[in-house]
């Protein structure tokens, strides 16, 4: 069943290097051929999926290139691939723009069942382990009291909470007692910010960041500071120690791994800093790790919780990217705030879906989340390098585009001129949909800026679709 | 299956009306012996069962009695059973007492598997149609796109906002657009408090009030009325009337059906008077129907909805009394608040869990709900008169009873000495769990006062502690 293995993950990751190697120490030549896919699986024995993997891997890192009808080449050019984005630079004072009816648009292409949707974080339904789910449901419907009718305790089922904390353990020190559970990671962060925050306090956040915290914290009344972050690194330290130091505020909310919409991952280092940072002015951090387990590297990243003896970090996460958006199953481990967070949750919904919960306890506990995250981490990064692949050879000259190393989604930037709402309404009569950038911030930024969602099932239709989009954006950018 | 089925149902109904019709004409005389039990089962044809609820039912209305080892007998005393409680006066201003560890104790017996909880206002898992329930979770995970591992649009499953919608038609007009599914009934009121009100409005409430609508509007920052309650009918038009005059009141929250925790049921004038009086006010009325299917009468209440042509009616409901507390399956009608209402629910959730809507859904299409809800309402029925007999027969001398016509639960006023927290404690250390009046108000009030649940299975043990609760009452009111 489990084609892609560990140790499959790793083989093309050892050839890549192994031919990495020889480029760096000139035993292949630039501009040299390289050998043929049906030659690399022979010499290595290795299937030509994993021989793919490993040309796509030295492709996305600009050292070797494809040409039509030819084969493989070392590369020339030592940047060909697209530019990365810099840091961003939100204008201070708070716009507050309205862009509810942009949502609207976005979201009313959900129910238009022909379009290419590149406008969602979210993975498609062929990545999920639809069938284990569903004996996972027949199983809960006998080991749980009453079958799941009963009322779950407000915290949340205590097999599930144990499983959290049992997989954060690699990058934490938690607890069942730690985690309280939600419905969905939305709902973890909004219970976060209710328990801390009351309207008119300020919040930090990442910019671009996603709409929903934008959309969210607007709707509790809380005043948004955007801030410099970058496309791989995430918030910049020294931002949020400036702001920290001017402003008087309440809480941050960052993404700290394989951001949405950058793919931005904080490194360690910057972790750590942040952590510190907060810890000096006792301001809360709502750290929404959703994407953390679809990690492209050898391992998991880390956590800010992890790094925080305080108990100031809610670590907030779901099972919604991974297993089953539709259980609506999260959680937050709140640290000093569990108290407030779990009352919160009692008083906003009592308790949370009691089936759903059981049977991602039991999904966790039996060893076939990690089998599952595998091969979907597999299957992600592979589009994920075909569409860079894509945007690299039809987007228009010029255009940057993001690096996550785990998540779902791309953050393109094209030149200036290319206006991405008009690209937006374009895309639409082609029945092609992705967010523009505009829904990321509340400042005037980003206009030429989208978010593209590469957990699509890469096929003939999708590749043509991306091709197209890119059509456009040049046409625009040539009117 | 169905040996409750409506025929039957009325068919006591009828025998009693009988009895009671022959009492009030004098063909049987005050004192006068009745069939026994057997008799009358002779005498009309029926089951065992069907005569005790006749005879239930007319000892209910203080017309017979029964004597230990003599049978039944026509009441010489007019009004044997305990009093109704008088309407009541919450003294005005705002208090805001503290009562969190108070909760905190009631709450803390859920997980005492050996206490007899008439603490909580929730069905036993015996009254559930569990069986049939899983049957519809295979069923649902068959013809759920995805087995309900997708995101379902916010707004919730269409074919459940169908089914609700319909089911409502003998008492509103509602079509499939007007419903927006929640995760429970207490979700929906957050949904509907949190897209009408901010915090400082005033909100009005009965009193006594179900204390998780006074916790939740607490934490969002709103200000209390509470208004005069009358234990059969419910607020009193009058009070909320000069209420509207004089104060700036935002919304009315309104159990209007069995509420609780008095039981009471507006009657439809008062529907129409209190709907008349929000409409010339501008004021939202969001309206918690979540007990209206559980009614004893001959058919369904009618709700303020439907007499409500200005969409200010919010009207909420849910399946957590009826079918499945742990689906968390409910809905609100938000009328002219629709759009915001929708947006606070994907702000703060997103959607709901997918595939318990569906189970519901297709629950209600089949006519396995009705079928259901006839043996619930008799089991309650048949508890409730159970309850009201050994109030009657051990609880001190003088203590009042409402007189639910529906729903879970009974509220029982003792002599002003006997304080209800004291029996709390006393209570919870011979495993007996109750719900103190103090519970229920933010004012100095109902220390004398308690809601005891009746969903239970009717045993001998719970009969036993039932006895027993009145035995300890009498025992400090004799101190």
Redesign the interface.
Known sequence: MDTFSEKTEHLYLQIAGNIEQKIKTKVIGIGDKLPSLRRLCEMYNISQSTAMQAYYHLESKSLIEARPQSGYFVSRVIKRFPAIPATSQPVSGLENLEMNSLLDSVFSH??QKDMVMFSHG?PA?EM?P?AR??KG??QA?RDL?????????TQGNVKLRRQIAKNAFRHGHLTEEDIVTT??C??AL?CSL?AIT??GDTIIVESPVYF?IL??AQ?L?LRILELPTHPETGIQPDALKKALETEKVKACILISNFSNPLGSCMPDEHKKEVVRLIQQHHVALIEDDLYGDVYFGRSRPSTCKSFDESGLVLWCGSVSKT??????VGWVAPGIFKEQVN??K???????????QEVIANFLETGRYENHMRKMRHTLYTNYLQYLRVIQEHFPEGTKVSRPQGGFVLWVEFDRKIDTIHLFKKAAAEKISFSPGRMFTLRRQFDHCLRLNYGLVWTEEVQRALIRLGEMAKEIGEF
């Open positions: 959900i129910e979210v339904e999920l639809v789910l569903n449901l027949i419907m009291q009453g079958s799941g009718t009963a009322y779950e305790i419905t969905g939305i709902n909004s209710m009351k309207p929903g959309q969210l709707s009344g297993l089953a958006p539709g259980y609506r009352r919160i009692l008083l906003h919904t009592i308790s949370s879906t009691s089936i759903t």
